[in-house]
């Protein structure tokens, strides 16, 4: 058995005191302390996030966007430079086989963002995709660290440590500068539901990235952040997860996501005829958000019953108590006649029955 693979941040997290976790074989810091406390840091301050585990994909040449076209079931040759987009990468029958984000970084330069569980088939996919194009794919993930500030304080963090104008780089974009004099890639997004910005950098810079940022940011509150309130965070914000709400089982149109979809390309792409025939007869179950009435938290695969017949309508695809709510939220994919608003319905949460509702997402979202 192979031991996870430390980050290029692996002694600092350790100075920190950070609680380690085997994550896609990477060893990640879950917390640093209380993860309540970095939940409420990113939600009211800044929280600083070691993203390095994540993969990174270059698609260049001439014909690179019509290859990503061709691969995605996105339009990624219609992105503007320096700008980014959500897409996904899906099998030929519709399943999802990875939530990415692309960044054209120069018109005939591409680069994919994918999860770290899913790197190993997202690449060779692009590669096997890309094939009859003049494009070459590249994985580059050994090439990148990934540094995250999120919170609203990230701008002003950030902006003292970049020669980049902060304020006029708009959401989903990226542009190539300095951070503490190293050069990096600077992109405006995140995965908390609150604004924020991520760091490409070599590896070797990664711990002068990282220091530079906590001296900034120490004044403004900010601390370091693991994955355990990432995971709470997206959740609040409704984002989805592989492997939670998004697999091989499900399509965009089940995650409520068809709108990243694009059928209008000449070349077509890889699951065009299936997800067209998906989005004709209608999702057969719809991604929803609970909110239980009591303390238990519904989690992942437990059942979600109709009270009024006592049937399984659905299941949880993630669930855990909402720092920023005060009460416990989940979300759950249930038959699409009662993914209603108000629908009162119920999690089997060990053996018991636990009263919940049915809610509109995301959970939050920042004013």
């Known amino acids: 058995m192979t031991s996870p693979v430390p980050t290029p941040l692996h002694a600092i997290h350790q100075s920190l005191g950070a609680s380690f976790t085997d994550f896609a074989g990477w060893s990640m810091p879950v917390r640093y302390g209380s993860e309540t406390a970095e939940h409420h840091a990113v939600r009211t301050t800044a929280g600083l996030f070691d993203l390095s585990h994540m993969g990174e994909i270059e698609v260049t040449g001439p014909e690179a966007g019509r290859a990503l076209d061709h691969a995605l079931v996105g339009r990624p040759s219609a992105i503007g430079v320096g700008r980014a987009r959500y897409s996904m990468i899906c099998a030929e029958d519709g399943g999802i086989i990875d939530d990415l984000v692309v960044y054209r970084l120069e018109d005939e330069r591409y680069l994919v963002v994918a999860n770290a569980s899913n790197v190993h088939v997202v690449a060779p996919a692009l590669v096997e995709r890309a094939k009859g194009y003049d494009a070459v794919v590249r994985d580059a993930s050994a090439e990148w660290a990934l540094i995250a500030v999120q919170g609203p304080a990230s701008a002003q963090i950030v902006a003292a440590v970049t020669d980049l104008d902060v304020p006029t780089l708009r959401y989903y974009a990226i542009d ?11 992109a405006r997004t995140g995965y908390t539901g609150e604004d924020g910005f991520e760091v490409y950098c070599a590896p070797s810079s990664a711990a002068a990235v990282w220091e530079a940022i906590t001296e900034a940011g120490t ?48 070349d077509g792409f890889v699951g065009d005829a299936a997800l067209a025939a998906r989005r004709e007869e209608g999702p057969r179950s719809t991604l929803v958000g609970l909110v239980a009435t009591g303390r238990r938290s519904p989690r992942a695969g437990y059942a979600v019953i109709d009270p009024a017949t006592g049937d399984e309508i659905g299941i949880v695809t993630s669930g855990s108590p909402s720092p920023t709510l005060g009460r416990p939220i989940a979300m759950a994919y249930v038959k699409p006649d009662l993914a209603v608003s108000g629908t009162k319905i119920q999690v089997v949460v060990r053996g018991s029955h636990e009263d919940a509702e049915i809610v509109d997402l995301p959970f939050y979202s920042k004013k």
């Open 219 to 266: 004044p403004h509150g900010l601390i370091p952040a693991g994955l355990a309130c990432r995971d709470t965070l997206r959740l609040e914000a409704g984002m989805p997860l592989y492997g939670h709400e998004l697999s091989r089982e499900t399509t965009p149109f089940e995650a409520g996501l068809g709108r990243v979809v694009s059928f209008d390309k000449p």
């Open 176 to 186: 190539a500068g300095k951070v503490a004099g190293i050069d990096v890639l600077l």
